[in-house]
């Protein structure tokens, strides 16, 4: 569910479609910005090191950005994977974070 309507500098994306994290340094929460070219329901996966899915979650997003607010309060710290996929469960875009 999108939070905000303004995106702030930090969250900008150029390209028509993808994602992009507040900071690459996190603790219990992060912001992200999911940027779609259509409005669609998206599934944000989050993988750890070894490539496994520990958190799995779906959201509405409109076309254009959308910022959203990433729970990672119950992940050990580590470093972390984030991908977002489309309802065909092709990549629209990936990044990584440090859970602090």
Do not use: C, H, W
Request: glycine fraction near 4%; hydrophobic fraction near 40%.
């Amino acid at each position: 569910m999108p939070i905000v309507d303004k995106v702030p500098n930090e969250l900008a994306i150029n390209s028509v479609s993808g994602i992009k994290l507040e900071s690459p340094f996190v603790t219990s929460q992060v912001f992200m910005n999911v940027k779609s070219e259509i409005a669609q329901t998206v599934t944000i996966k989050i993988f750890d090191i070894s490539n496994r899915v520990v958190s799995k979650s779906t959201s509405d997003v409109k076309a254009g950005d959308n910022v959203l607010k990433v729970y990672t309060t119950a992940l050990p710290s580590s470093a972390y994977r984030i991908g977002l996929y489309d309802s065909m469960g092709r990549e629209l875009g990936i990044t990584d974070f440090n859970k602090l």
